[in-house]
């Protein structure tokens, strides 16, 4: 049965500013069919879901065409870079007219409001050549907003741009009526003004949100050539022309390009995916994503299991993408203001000029204060307000290694109050390593680590590798070596050395099993939840090595900050309680906010407990129900698939530091979406009420709606150059 509710996920082109994203959203709003319909001016992203007819490419093209507008399947990154690119330099040309014309524009209207000229002959003269000069800009440089005004009076949404487009004609007419009449007392100045500020506004925008697609550049890859195994030759073919099923040769030191799993053992640089500064040694069956390096010394062969388009970094880019159109509750209620602030301003201005008249005002002044209503209403700076902060936390998230599938997670994140966390993956490491041991009396360590080496050299078992790790600190230059081995998968093993001697590791009952006498040890309390191996040689019980499952490096210290600011930290998890109990002492967790051995369903039900809004983080598919339950859900890096999909953000560095870096950047980011939504929605609501009561030179009201535009564009763009580090880690009250 097909999912009537699915994202579908276009490219919007045309789209000139935030009023046109509304209009867009609100013509096809009134759809048949379509169930809610959201568009993201800065990444030009329409997300719509409905019936599948309703949705169809063809029918909303056909729509959005008779809007003014373009729409097509979702661009690629590169593409959408060189359109953000090519609208850089749509917009330096207009601003490059607009400023050498305007500035003669400006220099003629300072010589006549400072009285510099010799009589009033010479100020009309020099009133004419204003207006001359204001052509270029006004019949070129505006154009645009023309344009975008009309397009969002045909959806029956008019916008800031209609504001704006009335503002400069109005004051060019008002202009030409006065110089008809022989007054100098022009205002051209205002119409070029009004245009060049807004030139320049949606210019350091431009910028702005090409800083933010940028969060995404990480995630994507050239379409390099592959070697590939064809018809028994292997041969180059590009890298979006391979499928899955299909043999391809990693050289040493090549990018891997597509998702696959390894037929040999080879060693990966995992660096520029995972942000791990040491290469892993992969092996036989094992998964390699696309983004790896692989370092191995002779070639090696991968088969496909994912293309280009179904690789691991196409579905995050995909699903970053498609959450960024959404909005959150900022951004919809910046949305609610912009929409009636303009149809509110054209009313105001209407009714400013017969309410001017009735108090005796001349025609003259009223017309300047319904132009000034006209100009200092322009909503531009609430439009932009949320969107922009939500673009630069989510590229500041990225740049910090947090792949933030959901933007409106941000505003969720930064009112948290409960953070949970999941043990095993998540604040482990996933890694054993001997916490403590002990040998037959009269055995040193030197001879338990030789022999241990020997017992262990070529198993696979997680817990081998540990114990291979700690023998080989004092390995001999010529060790002892096993010639025969005798494997019971998951209980131990037998091995002969060269020397004729035999060895015996493996679980205590199985060498109880072996007929190996074993010593009685006392259990002791410390130890009870570590996992217990145990090695024999022919004399006998050799030795006992308790291995454990270390915290991630920075579990402590991001525990620790994380308490510090305020939030109540707990770790949930199915494992026993003595493993648990270690690893909160450990990390600095109080043993009553640990919680062992909870069913997922359990750990959902606990989730939903704490004080909300709550975070969780976890890995396996037992924690789907918890990512789900939380308001937040983060999947650390080497969660399951599973896990990924139903978490909002995912952490692409080992650890759960990133945790504490993306709840700073969501406070952050929500304080700056905040000052400005404050600031732009309080400065036209002010602006309309001053300029409706008392006169305003329109040039005056000009720069004021230019700095309210310009003011949030900047303190966006500061968040986007902010160091999280320095951001205030305070939980909310």
Known sequence: MTDTNADKLYTLHGMWCTSCALAVEGSLKQSDGVHDVSVHYPSATLCISGTPAATQLSVLALKVKRLGYRLTELEPVGDAHARLEEESRYLTLRLMVGSLFGMWTMLASILIYASALPNEQVEQVVAWVSGAFSLPVVLFAGVP?????????????????????????????????????????????????????????????????????????????????????????????????????????????????????????????????????????????QKVYAGCRYLGATPLVMQVSAGVGKRRLDRLCDEMRRYQAKKGELQKLADRFAAWISPLALVLALLTLPTALLFGTGWEEAFVRALSVLVVACPCAVGLAVPLASLAGSSQAMQQGIALRDPAALETLARTRSVALDKTGTLTTGNHSVLHWQAREGVDKHTVQRKLSAAVAGSEHPLAHALAHWSNDQREQNPDQNIEVNESPGEGRRVQLNSGEWLTLGSANWLTRQQIALPFQAEDPALVFASQVMLADEAG??????????????????????????????????????????????????????????????????????????????????????????????????????????????LMTPGVGGVVKLLSIAKYTRRIMVQNLFFSALYNTLALGLVAVMAIPPLVAVFAMAASSLSVTLNAARLAWAEPEENDQRAPE
């Open 145 to 285: 907003f023309y344009r975008a005004g009309w397009r969002t009076l045909l959806a029956k949404r008019p916008g800031m741009d209609v504001l704006v487009s009335l503002g400069v004609f109005g004051a060019v007419l008002v202009s030409i009526g006065l110089l008809w009449r022989g007054s100098s007392e022009v205002y051209f100045d205002t119409a070029v003004m009004l245009i060049v500020l807004l030139l320049v506004g949606r210019l350091v925008e431009t910028l702005c949100r090409q800083r933010g697609l940028k969060a995404l550049d990480a995630l994507t890859l050239p379409n390099a050539n592959i070697s590939v195994y064809q018809h028994e030759h292997w041969v180059m073919v590009p890298a979006d022309e391979v499928a899955a099923g299909m043999r391809v040769e990693l050289a040493p030191g090549e990018r891997v390009a597509l998702d696959g799993t390894l037929e040999a053992p080879g060693w990966v640089d995992t660096a520029s995916l995972t942000g791990e500064s040491l290469p892993r040694l992969f092996h036989t069956g």
């Open 541 to 650: 019980w050799l030795a006992t090595f308790y291995l454990a499952d270390q915290p991630v490096e920075d579990a402590a210290p991001s525990v620790k900050r994380l308490l510090a600011s305020g939030y109540v930290v707990a770790m949930i998890s199915g494992d026993r309680q003595g493993a648990v109990s270690w690893l909160g002492e450990q990390i600095g967790l109080a043993r009553e906010a640990c919680y062992a051995q909870r069913s997922p369903e359990a750990k959902a039900r606990l989730l939903q407990a704490l004080l909300a809004p709550t975070l969780y983080v976890g890995d396996g598919l037992n924690d789907t129900l918890s990512l789900a339950a939380a308001d937040v859900g983060i999947a650390p890096l080497s969660a399951s698939e599973a896990a990924r999909e139903g978490a909002s953000a995912q």
